[in-house]
């Protein structure tokens, strides 16, 4: 009887600890998210602690950040000191003060880590915002600066996933191309309320903070965008030089780069053009410097195709070659 007794106690004790297990477990009752579904990919999108700590490729990092971004994935409009800020941040980064700059970064809770693409091997510095996974993200979009080469170039996403697969084009020409920066918009260019997030009309935003930065330094940039098949029905790109023509020479090397790989190319310094990007803001301000800058529309054949995208990325490469011995 007292054995029985025992077995019981036993028995109860054992139930017990199952439950409490249980209830330790993050488990929400029937919304929990079944295991096999589980994103087991944080270290692609979360911002880092400044530590060199991440292998992954580069394209991988970028579309993972952006793979949420949605018309009502949030935008919380920047201050004129945290536009300052971050772009005083990433200036002290191009000047090899990394220390100087995780400082100024943390001021808004931006930090810089250093990423290695495991394809290549190249190591990158990322500014990224460390509230990015909270339920009301800023949008203030992320950086990537090449720490292998002098940085010479920079390649504008100002429409991730609005303009579809721009991010996934930046990044590749990133790897392929050495020498350069990459500015990513961190919100869809419909987040916020009327346009303040569609970065690239606007002066009043961290992307164009840190654009006129660089256009500051004197940077060459190409700027990437996405355009419907009806937008320019007889072409497969528009190619132009924004509101200035210091880069014609630069248009002109890539609209012969595209048209040597079967695509018909719009060059809006020579004709009438469809989006010509003539009143986009970061065109304005490098024209206003004489810095060179290119707005290239691609249409959905090239962004939706691997092998487009691909010969595409290798076009621009032949301008970015340029601009690396500046």
């Given amino acids: 009887m007292a054995t029985a007794n025992k077995l019981g106690v036993l028995a109860l004790v054992t139930a017990a600890v199952l439950s409490l297990t249980q209830c330790g477990s993050g488990s929400s009752g029937r919304d929990e998210k079944p295991s096999g579904g589980e994103d087991r990919r944080p270290s692609a999108t979360a911002p880092g602690n400044g530590s060199d700590d991440?292998?992954?490729?580069?394209?991988?990092?970028?579309?993972?950040?952006?793979?949420?971004?949605g018309e009502d994935s949030g935008y919380r409009h920047p201050s004129r000191t945290d536009r300052e800020t971050l772009?005083?941040?990433?200036?002290?980064?191009?000047?090899?003060?990394?220390?100087?700059?995780?400082?100024?970064?943390?001021?808004?809770?931006?930090?810089?880590?250093?990423?290695?693409?495991?394809?290549?091997?190249?190591?990158?510095?990322e500014v990224a915002d460390r509230s990015e996974g909270g339920a009301a993200p800023r949008g203030w979009g992320r950086v990537y600066l090449d720490l292998d080469a002098p940085v010479r170039w920079s390649v504008q996403v100002?429409?991730?996933?609005?303009?579809?697969?721009?991010?996934?084009?930046?990044?590749?020409?990133?790897?392929?191309?050495?020498?350069?920066?990459?500015?990513?918009?961190?919100?869809?260019?419909?987040?916020?309320?009327?346009?303040?997030?569609?970065?690239?009309?606007?002066?009043?935003?961290?992307?164009?903070?840190l654009c006129a930065e660089l256009i500051k330094r004197g940077l060459p940039g190409i700027q990437l965008h996405g355009m419907a098949d009806d937008s320019a029905p007889d072409h497969d790109v528009v190619a132009s030089t924004g509101k200035g023509r210091t880069a014609v020479t630069e248009g002109r090397v890539l609209a012969d780069a595209l048209r040597e790989r079967g695509y018909d190319v719009c060059r809006a310094w020579a004709r009438t053009c469809p989006l010509a990007g003539r009143s986009n803001m970061q065109g304005r301000a490098a024209a206003a410097h004489d810095v060179p800058f290119l707005h290239v529309e691609f249409g959905p054949k090239i962004r939706e195709d691997r092998a487009h995208g691909r010969r595409a990325v290798e076009a621009l490469s032949k301008v970015t070659e340029t601009w690396r011995g500046r």
Avoid: C, W
């Fill in 54 to 69: 991440s292998a992954d490729g580069l394209e991988q990092r970028v579309t993972g950040y952006t793979a949420n971004f």
């Fill in 87 to 125: 772009a005083a941040g990433v200036a002290l980064l191009l000047d090899h003060r990394r220390k100087e700059a995780e400082r100024r970064l943390a001021d808004v809770d931006f930090a810089v880590r250093t990423v290695t693409d495991d394809t290549t091997g190249r190591r990158y510095a």
């Fill in 158 to 209: 100002p429409h991730p996933v609005a303009d579809q697969n721009t991010e996934r084009l930046g990044a590749e020409l990133m790897s392929r191309s050495r020498g350069g920066i990459l500015i990513v918009a961190g919100a869809h260019r419909k987040a916020g309320r009327g346009d303040e997030a569609d970065v690239a009309h606007r002066r009043d935003s961290v992307f164009h903070a």
